[in-house]
């Protein structure tokens, strides 16, 4: 065989070996392209899945008590959901006597409207709903009289209560269960003489005149605000002379031997002479007098 016919021969077997190294790389990209590609479907099924079923742990149970806080928990639970996803599933997460009563509605057969199905069903099942309840006047007075019989409200009392009233009151003026004048009345009834006399001058009302009251509830709450949890209490009287004896520098009392009595120069000024009185060194000084008088005796 001549050189040329071996150079030949020896050219073709690299031009296949380099063509068979080249069809294995494509192959390998291939299938390492084929491993990477996600599978979005399925991600999104288990997704889905989420949601606990109907009696599972964890999954929201109605059993015809509270019904304006279990439709507010389904309502978060089922952000994502149509108005006749969210009404035509409630019944399967409900008490079984329950859940077919539900269905009975002619709300629950339409199906269209989340809003007007919460209407209907705070309706049917109110006389259990402790939320509904407080939207009432009797509840308004049932906590006037409540802070009545505290006999030294805190300022965290009073603070509570005062938003409280506003809530519930700020309902039913608005649905008509109460005009201006009652609130403002019954609201009134709440604090002492002393308070009451503060209040109705800030605010200019008079009692008698409906017509002083049909614009002062904002002021009213805002200056009950001010003078029941701030410096008109008793509580915060109290801490303030509590921090005041903290910081006040008192000098310490000097250590005497037997039979000596102690100058007030060393003792250092009494509470009394920095305008208090009734603190600690007070009552040394109470008790020195009481050892010289006694001692004057014997």
Not at 85 to 90: L, S
Not at 106 to 124: A, M, N, P
Not at 216 to 237: F, G, M, Y
Request: charged share 30%; proline share 4%.
């Amino acid at each position: 065989m001549s050189d040329i016919q071996s150079l030949k021969i020896h050219k073709i077997m690299s031009e296949q070996g380099q063509s068979s190294r080249q069809g294995k790389m494509a192959v390998r990209a291939v299938v390492t392209t084929t491993k990477i590609v996600p599978i979005q479907a399925g991600a999104m099924t288990s997704a889905l899945s989420l949601f606990p079923l109907p009696h599972q742990l964890g999954a929201p149970y109605f059993d015809g008590i509270n019904v304006t806080e279990s439709l507010a928990r389904w309502e978060d639970l089922t952000m994502d959901w149509t108005d006749g996803q969210r009404i035509k599933k409630m019944p399967l997460y409900c008490e079984t006597t329950l859940g077919l009563y539900i269905k009975e509605l002619d709300i629950y057969r339409e199906g269209e409207s989340w809003d007007d199905f919460t209407i209907v069903l705070k309706s049917e099942f109110r006389e259990d709903d402790s939320e509904q309840m407080r939207n009432t006047e009797t509840y308004l007075q049932s906590l006037v009289q409540k802070m009545r019989k505290e006999n030294d409200p805190s300022i965290a009392a009073y603070r509570t209560f005062i938003f409280e009233f506003a809530r519930r009151s700020n309902f039913l003026v608005a649905k008509l269960v109460i005009n201006e004048h009652t609130r403002i009345v019954l609201f009134l009834q709440t604090f002492s003489d002393k308070i009451v006399d503060k209040l109705c001058k800030r605010c200019k009302i008079d009692i008698d005149d409906t017509s002083s009251t049909a614009h002062v509830w904002s002021e009213l709450k805002k200056e009950a605000l001010n003078i029941c949890t701030k410096d008109d209490t008793q509580v915060s009287k109290l801490w303030k002379t509590k921090n005041q004896l903290e910081t006040s520098p008192v000098k310490p009392i000097p250590k005497m031997r037997e039979g000596q009595q102690p100058r007030l120069e060393e003792v250092g000024p009494t509470l009394s002479s920095r305008g208090r009185s009734g603190g600690p060194l007070d009552k040394v000084t109470k008790m020195i007098k009481d050892l010289q008088l006694s001692k004057v005796e014997a």
